[in-house]
């Protein structure tokens, strides 16, 4: 069963991991967005952290609704209420239970995913975070290292696409041959989940 201490982990664990690849997600936002998407994700994951040690929430569903907040609070770029939605739409899925199943985790994060798509009006094939996160719930039934893979080889098929959605879709054709920064920075959370579950 996961308890409060393993999301707090899970969020913490991403934290470090979008502080050390921020220049990279800064470098993929410069070739197709205007460049801030490390900053943004840096800027929002340091709030998350600094609340939660603040106030450590005591269940599962209230540690990732209060990340949700913080992120759609602090970042003021896209990603920030499309992640924002994620944590607190999968937060609120697994209410206030003390200890939660991989099953339900499963479940919920289903619904997180669902809940981005349908704010971001984005399907599988756009470009966008939607094309990591989407492949990595549907692997997740197979564990947390197959989510991982499935995310990571989602960010990768980003870069053959044509931006729909967001500020890359500006670009028309010229965002094909670039790698999607919310689509890898999505791969860097799954990631995190698969490191902390010991994946
Ligand atoms: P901004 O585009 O406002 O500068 P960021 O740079 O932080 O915000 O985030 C850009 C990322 O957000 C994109 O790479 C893409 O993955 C994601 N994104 C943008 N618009 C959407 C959308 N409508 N649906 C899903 N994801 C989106
Ligand atoms: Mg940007």
């Known amino acids: 069963?996961?308890?409060?201490?393993?999301?707090?982990?899970?969020?913490?664990?991403?934290?470090?991991?979008?502080?050390?690849?921020?220049?990279?997600l800064t470098e993929l936002d410069s070739a197709i967005g205007d460049a801030d998407?490390?900053?943004n994700?840096?800027?929002?994951?340091?709030?998350?952290?600094?609340?939660?040690?603040?106030?450590?929430?005591?269940?599962?569903g209230a540690v990732l609704v209060l990340a949700g907040r913080q992120?759609?609070?602090?970042?003021?770029?896209?990603?920030?209420?499309?992640?924002g939605t994620l944590l607190r739409r999968t937060g609120k899925a697994l209410g206030d239970a003390a200890e939660v199943s991989d099953e339900q985790l499963c479940e919920a994060l289903a619904a997180g995913v669902a809940a981005v798509a349908e704010l971001g009006k984005a399907v599988p094939g756009d470009?966008?975070?939607?094309?990591?996160?989407?492949?990595?719930?549907?692997a997740l039934p197979d564990g947390y290292a197959a989510a991982?893979?499935?995310?990571?080889?989602?960010?990768?098929?980003?870069?053959?696409?044509?931006?729909?959605?967001?500020?890359?879709?500006?670009?028309?054709?010229?965002?094909?041959?670039?790698?999607?920064?919310?689509?890898?920075?999505?791969a860097l959370l799954?990631?995190?989940?698969a490191e902390v579950a010991g994946g």
Request: neutral net charge; hydrophobic residues 45%; without cysteine.
């Open 71 to 83: 992120l759609i609070s602090k970042v003021g770029g896209a990603s920030g209420p499309l992640y």
């Open 1 to 24: 069963m996961l308890d409060a201490d393993f999301f707090r982990r899970w969020l913490l664990a991403a934290a470090a991991s979008v502080d050390r690849e921020a220049a990279r």
């Open 127 to 138: 470009k966008t975070m939607i094309d990591a996160l989407t492949p990595a719930v549907e």
């Open 37 to 39: 998407h490390g900053a």
């Open 41 to 60: 994700l840096q800027r929002g994951f340091t709030a998350v952290v600094a609340a939660l040690e603040a106030e450590p929430p005591q269940t599962p």
């Open 148 to 186: 991982r893979e499935a995310a990571e080889k989602g960010a990768l098929d980003t870069v053959p696409l044509q931006a729909r959605k967001g500020r890359a879709s500006y670009l028309g054709e010229r965002s094909i041959g670039h790698q999607d920064p919310g689509a890898t920075s999505s």
């Open 190 to 193: 799954v990631a995190a989940l």
